[in-house]
């Protein structure tokens, strides 16, 4: 009887269904996601430039000067009233310094020895003579077509105009000039006065009159 009962109560248990085991609820990562997440765009990520120093750099050459336009210099305004040559001996030597100052300040305008000898013939026209003088000198270098130097030029006034006598007056005073109370200063500048007027142009000749005029130590 009992084990008829047990085995009726077997029986009944396998026959009653087992209760559903309940799902499991999905993990946040597998949540899909709402639709209004689905349509926005996901900011884009900027992956930055790595810098990288460069070590091939080229090398700086500096740039040449600019060179100078020298057409930009105006010419030096020189006294232009005493370039007349009067024509007498007498005023040659000055006349000859206006002359040389004029060409050193503007030398640009005398490119050429040529060009010098044309400008010191224009302007010797302080009389008749001169004159005449000038224009002889401007035909012959024009037919012969060959101009002298400058150096030879200035040898030939010296020898038309110069005065051999103040030439001559000159360097004998020079043989007994001495300075005296004069400051070196102005004692040197009188100097090279009378040297210009005794025409002496060697170096060696104008220090020995320097050294002789000079005051003993």
Known sequence: MSSETSRI?????????????????????????????????????????????????????????TPIDMSDFKLVKLNTENLKFSGHKSDYRAWKDVIDLYMIGNPREFPTDQIKVAFVLSWMSGNRHVQTWASNQQTIYTRSGTWPTWSEFQKILDDQYGDPAAEQQAREYLLHYKQGDLPACSFFDTLELWFTLANISDKTEAYNAAKRAMNPE
């Not at 597998?30 to 926005?40: D, K």
């Open 9 to 65: 109560t077997r029986a009944t248990r396998s026959s009653q269904q087992q209760p559903p085991v309940p799902t499991r609820a999905p993990s946040r990562a597998s949540t899909p996601a709402s639709p209004e997440a689905q349509r926005r765009p996901l900011p884009s990520r900027t992956v930055p430039t790595p810098i990288v120093a460069s070590t091939n750099l080229p090398s700086r050459t500096p740039s040449p000067p």
